[in-house]
């Protein structure tokens, strides 16, 4: 039996992206059918300094707060620096390259390659935090730092 093999992309801009253009760049992508999993890349915002002199006292950083993504709001704890994409087929890569184009186009430059950046296949880390899954969406997603699950947007096929 031969698995099925999923276009994948990888958007980066040239800086982190603040949390206003995260959520601009998320709903426009979100509209576009065809996209299978999306993942934000970037370093964590902790809720609390973890070292240092200041340990355990609240990080008090702008960028982790709630976005709204099609009226859903998520906690993003991470400034994003890139968004993987896995698609459906190559067909839906024109209409992300015109959304970044709209969101970026007068702000900062960005580039999109096309490769594979995600696991498609149960990992053991995915085995030893999840067991079984049946949801195959999450397999190769788990941080195995992470104390909670890969959120699901409820459009996403």
Known sequence: MTETKYPQ????????????????LLDKIYTIDGIRRLVLNG?????????GPARGEINDNTHRRIIKVCGEDYLLHVQVGSILLELD?????????AACDE????????????????????????????????????????????KQRPIILQGIK
């Open 43 to 51: 370093p964590n915002l902790p809720a609390t300094v973890p070292y």
């Open 9 to 24: 992309l990888r958007i980066v801009p040239t800086r982190f992206l603040n949390p206003e253009t995260t959520e601009i």
């Open 89 to 97: 087929d190559a067909s839906v890569i024109p209409l992300i390259k």
């Open 103 to 146: 969101v970026f186009s007068d702000k900062f430059p960005y580039g999109i390659t096309e490769g594979t950046y995600m696991r498609s296949n149960m990992t053991t880390t995915d085995y030893a935090k999840y067991g079984i899954v049946d949801d195959k969406r999450i397999l190769g997603m788990s941080d195995p730092k992470s």
